[in-house]
Every structure is written in C-alpha cells, then in structure tokens.
C-alpha cells in the first residue's frame, strides 16, 4: 500500500476551490475591461479562501464528534484496511468486548484468534459494491456472542479507502428466539401427549349476556378418545352434543366473564360418562375463550360405589376378628374415619366425637411414643408403610400391646391425601411370645453363633479373591480356596511363612494397622515372583470377642500389564490421528459421527462441536449421498474401500476428497460404525479439469506465456524489494530474505517452461541442462562472482523427466544450493557446491504398468564443504518454509532421503521413475478402489 506523506494531501474542498479559480481566471480573460467586477471576483476569492479553511475546521471537528459518538455508543465500531486487515479504529464497544487497544493491529489476529484471513471476510462483497451497505448476522466464538453487521466502504483522512464495520450484539435476542420456538414445540408437544382432554372453546352469548353454547376451537388427541366425537374443531357443542346440559354452558360462560377458573365435576348423560373438568380464561379481560382440561372420571366413580360396598363388608369382617380400622387425613392429621372395635381398643365403649394423631399418642407409653412418631414420621418422608407395635395405656388405666399398621392412598388425582391401616390388640400373643422366648433362647444362642461362623466360612469359601483371618500374632486362622489355590495348605502358619518365606513378619507389611486404628486400610505389595496384589484389610472380631483381621487379597499383575500395553496403545494412537495430515472420521452404525480430528475440522472450516453427534448427510454433496448410502451397505457387510468424495464446507466451496473407510465389527462380527481417512485432493481435482479443457496444439504457447509471466513476476519481486531496501527498520531484515527465497523459486519455476519451450517438446525436460543453469541464476542471485565459490555438477546427460518430476525437483535443488550460499560459507572466501545426478537401471515392470516397461531409480546428491550442520539434526522438525518444502516434495515424487553434516552438508535422495514410450514419469503408487 501506497502512503503519501502530509504535504502531498490536499483536501477535497480546496480541490474544489481550484476547480472554481481556473473557471474565474477564464472569465477575467475575456471581460479584462470590466475592472470593478475583477475586484469584486477577487473579493469573492477571498471569502471563499476562508469558507475553504472553515469547512477543514468544521470537517476536523466533525470527525472528532463522530469518533466521540461512535466512542459513546453500545454497538462495537471499528475501521479496517480492506487491503492490508490493519484495524485503523476502536471504539470503547470494541474494546471492552475484545481486550486492548486492536489499533493497528490484524483484524483476523485481533478479533478472530486467526492466522489467516476469514473464509467469511466481506471485503470483497464491499468492495465490488462500494456505495452499498451489506447487512449480515454472525456468530463469534472468540466473545461466544451473536452480531448484527453493516459493512461498507467509506473514505478515510488519507484519502483511503477503508471498510466501516457496525456490530450490534444480538446474543440476547438470538436465544430469547431460540427459547421461544423451544417454549413453542414443549406447548405443541404437551398439547398433543398429555393423557387429559384438552380444548380451547369461543364462548357463544345471546343479545342478553348469556350464554347458550360455545364453538370448539382447538383440540387434542384424547379429547376424541375420551368423548368418542371426532372431528370437534370449528363444531358448536350442540351441534355435537343437542341435549348438553345448561349446567356445563352456564358454569363456561361464567368463567369467560368473571375470569375466575372453576374445577367441575359432573355427568353428561347423552355420553354416559362422568368428567373432571378444570376451566380457566383463555387471554385477558374481554376475551371470550375458554381452556378447558377434563378427564373421563366414570370408571373412578363406579369404583367408588364399589368401594363403598367393600367397606361395608371389611367392617364386618374386621369386627369380628376384634380389629380396628381408620383413615388418617395427613393434611390436618385427624382420623377422618374409625370402626368401633378402633374406639374399643383404647377402652371406649362409643365412637368418640373426634380422633387424633395426637390424641393416639397420648395413649401410648412415654418410652414407646418416640419409636412410634419416628415410624410414623418415616412413613410419611418415603411414602412408605407404617408397621410397629408398642404398649399403650387404656382409658381405664390398663397396659395393652397393640400392631398397628397403615398403608398411603392416593385420590383420583394421583395425589396421596390419607393413609388407611388397621389396629389390632396383641396382649395375649406377646405375652405367649415372652414364655416361648425364655425357654428357647439358651439353645438357640449356640446353634446361631456356630451356624453364622460357618455360614460365614462357606460364603468366604465361594469367593474368587483371596481372603485370610489372621490372629494379633500374625497366624492364619482361616484361608479360602483362593488363598490355598495360590500359597498352598497355610492354615496354623504365620501369613510371613507361607506368603513370602520368611521367618520373621515383614518390615513392609501394613495389615495390622487396622488393630491400631479400627478403620480398614487398603495397600499394594509385590510378592517375590512378581506378582503384584491389591491388598484391603478389615477389623474382624471373632464369636468369641477376640479381634481378627480380615485380609482380602487380589492378583491384579495381569491387569497392570494389560493397563500399561492399554496405555501406551491408547497413545501412539492418539498421537498418530491428531498428527496425520490426513482428515479422519469415525462414525456409529447409524452414521452419525462420533470423532474427527483437528485436520478434518480445518479442511471443513467447521468447529469439533458442529460434528460430534451430527449426521454425516450434511456435510456430503447432494449428487454423491446415493454413492456413500451404497458404500455404507458394504461397510455393514464387513468391506473395506476406498472412493473419491466431493464434500461441502462451511463457507458452501466444495472440497474434493479421497476416502479410505474400513468398517468397525464387534467381537461377534457386528457393525458398530467406520473409520474412513480423508485425503483433500480438491487442488488435483481442480488441476485435472484445468487440463482436460487445455488444446495439446497450445501447450507450447502455454509454457511460453507462463515463463514469461513467472519472469514478470519475478521482475515485481526485485522492484519491491528495492523499495524496502533504503529502509532503516527493513534493510538487511528477513523481509528482504524472503522477496529473494520467492524470486529463486519463481525463477526455478520459469526456467522449467524456458526449457521446454526452447526444446520444442511439450512434455518432457532436459534437466541436467536445467539444473546447470538454475545454478548459474542462483549463483548470479547471490552475488558470488567476486568471491571463490565454485560448483561443480556431475549430470547424467540426457534425462528427460516430465512436469511433474521436473518441478518438485527443480524446486528442491533450489532450496538445497540457496541454503549453502547462504549459510555454509559465513566467513569464508572459498568453497565448492556439488550437485550430482545419476541414474541405476531397473529392468522389470511395476505391477501397476504394462509390461513394456521399465522403472529407473535416481540418485540426487547436493553437497558443500562448508561449516555443516549439527549431526543430531532432524530436518522435519524445523519450521523453516525451505525444508518444509523439500520435506513436502520428496514424499509426493515417493523418494527417501538422507542429510549428513560431518564435514560440510551432504543431502543424498533416492527415487523411482517410470520410462514407458520416452515419457518419464514419477512412480505414485496406485491406490486400489473397490
């Protein structure tokens, strides 16, 4: 970009003034006899001079304000250089949601967190309609806020023009709009799957105000089950029903004028049917709609006269086996119902007025009432039964034992309201179970103590992990099967002496902690023949009292072994799928994705979170989703493949890929999902249909034209390298470096389409003539003339190789001999670079060409007896763009190479080629389809 400095800007309306002073000069040539007017003309000039000089006064004032308003103002406001992405203006907005002060700054850098321009960026939509606004929403995940945008381009001071960004923060909107249509589908959803009938009805009034029927204007699905009428919506209730009763219009009529809700519960005899009904306004005052919530209640009433013969019936039953039965209401705690025999229990000959929970409990012992409340309490916290027996004091004074028992009921709502038990006085059985005790529990205090150490014996008998009881002084008084199977017949042995040999306890051994703490402890230890064992320890106490340790022993060796081979699987995996340069893609059975890894989320341009759990349909082009449904079919058959794929990205550019699936199976041959790879060959793709339309009669005016351009741009590179080498802060900077690398690599480029032009062939290349003058040009480039480097090249002659071989190795020798002019000879006067190419011929066909063939390996060598490099060296690992490239290179012509740096730097790289009808072409391997 182009800057002027401050004299040469000249503002807009003094341009104007100049414009106006060549048209008056005009004028006083042709009237020179009219001397006041040239007066008058020149007065004129005057005050224009001074509105010229106010109107930059106003204009620098006004600016000031719009920067203050734009400072002033919520919405962000920044100006931008559409060329460069320099931020050029902030305001506070800006600012505040972002962090620091972004002036020139890189625009992408600042407020996207990226290295490279937006896929999304608008510059080019303004640009192409300057004097448009463009409108758009967009989403930031670096502030994770939702923005309204207009951008535009305007004139900025210097004369620049410049995009003008204004950004409204719509998060808010953005998930209120996202609640509402959450809100509306939950409505539409509940509508239609709630159990209860549900109508909207338009209440119908006569010229009086009352009301005489209503018309039905929503309804959902169980409205028809429950009514058996179908079709109801746009239907008046008479129309559907002629004898409805006035009961239920009145009582809807009155809700729509009061609007206060009512809850109705009664019969309509021309369906035979009882109905809980709940009605309420529908909208605000003055509306006449009504929502209506019923349920068919029929059955619940024939239940409820059946149960009220029931309950006839169970007081008789329950009378005569001299038992009680209540109803406790749990919302204000009163016996809403009691039988007699209840009443009789506490010593009552009548039913009183009023029964109480409390009441109840004064009737029961002082040392047993807080065992009851507690019981009762319980129940009434977990819904659960309420079962206890107690002693209670009659109201004549005598001591009974009563069972009592009391289960939840719920009403017609499902709500629990009251709990039903019965009650029952056990005097008599307590005191037979009393008798009964005494005399059996001497005998049965032996056999249970026995029978439970036994019982525990043969449970710790069955386990699969080792468990011992070891006594205080280190003796195994008990060992499982598991124990026996793994240190052999151990029991009367000291736990040293059969575990580890020794006749002495062990210094490591931590088991008998738990005699000194009573909590269990749990450690690790490894035996002698390196078996690795969990060990748990357990505070035991014997029949007798005597305290004991429970050892529970697990052999986990095997498991630490899988769990390490687990581990450092996991983690050359993990390592090798977030470094492949290829995109990968894991999906289920049912194709939706499950994983991808960062390469497919770049070649996409989509974030990892637009991925996992998505369908893969909408990532894949119309016209190749029939191809994928097919190669799914063969995955779930168990076949492997590999096809190309055209997929869409985020910003809606295609992108061509290469795929290579392999389906996932369960241990029982199951599909689960695919594993597929992705190669992005939308570069191929797009260079294959680039040459299917080029006239092989062109070819050489082709090369021609792109030699001469590649020279035009190199030219460009000089020229503007020149312009930045008087620079202070620039001259002898990598900036300069850099213009030089991309000249000798353009050059490189241009001498490849000079030699084959020269050579009348359009697709073969000299080039062991190529390479001696591309190190001519490097030598020249580097200005070596004066000193005593020399080369030396060692050519096979005649090797013709196509484009395709010719570039990627032009471009390599390029890197190599630029990197030792230099940096192999800092501060020496004499060297020597070496190139040398030889051929080892190969006969025998590649089993991907036909037999009149043959393959030839070459050998590249680039050497220099310069400073060297260290030997511990990795060239993949450096960050350079050279070695990158010569990295890059090697892999797609499938060679290998080595570097050596002893004395000097020797770079040696081996390839193959293929010689079939004098066309020499780079043996890629071909990728087998299905």
Known sequence: MSLKGAKDQEPIPY????????????EIQNLRVCLEEADELRRAISERELESKRAEETLAFERSQLLSIFDGMDDVVYVTDPYTYEVL?????????????????????????????????????????RDKPYHWEYYNPTVDRYFMIMDRIIKWPDGRDVRLEIAKDITERKRAEEALRISEERYRSLFNSIDEGFNIIEMIFDDNGKAVDHRILEANPSQEKMTGLKDVVGKRARELLPNFEDYWIESFGQVAITGEPVRLENRIEELDRWFDVYASRFGGEGSRKVAVVFNDITQRKL?????????????????????????????????????????????????????????????VLPEDRAMVDKEFQKAITSGGDWSFECRIRRVDGVIRWIWAAGRHQVDYTGNVRWMAGIVQDITERKRAEETLRETELSCKVAEAVESERQRLFDVLETLPVMIALLTPDHRIAFANRS??????????????????????????????????????????????????????????????????????????????????????SEEKYRNIVETANEGILITDDKATITYVNQKLVDMLGYTLENFIGKPIWGFISEEYRPIVKQNLKKRMKGASGSYELKLIRKDGSSLWTFLNAKPLLSKDGNYLGAMSMLTDITERKKAEESLANIETARKKEIHHRIKNNLQVISSLLDLQAEQFKNRVNIKDSEVLEAFRESQDRVISMALIHEELYKGGGFETLNFSSYIQELAENLFETYSLGSSNISLKLDLKENILFDMDTAVPLGIIVNELVSNSLKHAFIGRDKGEILIKLSREENEGCIKSVTEDCKSTSFILTVSDDGAGIPENLDIEELDSLGFQL?????????????????????????????????????????????
Not at 106 to 126: A, K, L, W
Not at 503 to 521: A, I, N, R, W
Not at 523 to 529: K, L
Not at 914 to 930: A, M, R, S
Request: net charge negative; aromatic share 12%; glycine share 6%.
């Open 89 to 129: 203006y902030a305001n506070r907005a800006m600012k505040e949601k972002f962090g620091g002060e972004l002036m020139e700054g890189i625009c992408y850098r600042e407020f996207q967190r990226r290295v490279s321009p937006c896929d999304f960026c608008t510059n080019p939509i303004i640009l192409k309609e």
């Open 303 to 363: 239940a409820e006269e059946a149960l009220h013969q029931s309950e006839k019936r169970l007081n008789f039953a329950l009378e005569t086996i001299h038992t009680g039965a209540w109803d406790l209401d749990l919302v204000n705690y009163d016996f809403s119902h009691r039988s007699l025999e209840h009443d009789r229990i506490f010593g009552y000959e009548q039913l009183l007025p009023k029964w109480t929970y409390e009441m109840f409990l004064n009737h």
């Open 483 to 568: 124990f026996r199977e793994k240190f052999g017949e151990s029991e009367g042995l000291h736990c040293y002496e059969c575990c580890f040999g020794s006749t002495q306890p062990c210094e490591f051994c931590e088991s008998y902690k738990v005699l000194e703490t009573g909590q269990p402890h749990h450690w690790e230890v490894t035996t002698p023949e390196g078996s690795v064992i969990d060990v748990y320890n357990f505070p035991f106490t014997d029949v007798d009292d005597s305290p004991m340790i429970l050892k529970m022993d697990i052999d986990i060796t095997e498991r630490r072994k899988a769990e390490e081979k687990l581990r450092d």
């Open 886 to 930: 010569i990295t890059s290179l090697v892999d797609q012509l499938g060679g290998k190479f080595e570097l050596k740096g002893n004395t000097g730097t020797e770079f040696t790289m081996r390839f193959t080629v293929i010689e079939k009808d004098d066309l020499t072409q780079v043996d890629l391997k071909p990728q087998e389809n299905e």
């Open 15 to 26: 341009q104007v003034l100049l414009d106006e002073n060549r048209a008056l000069k005009d």
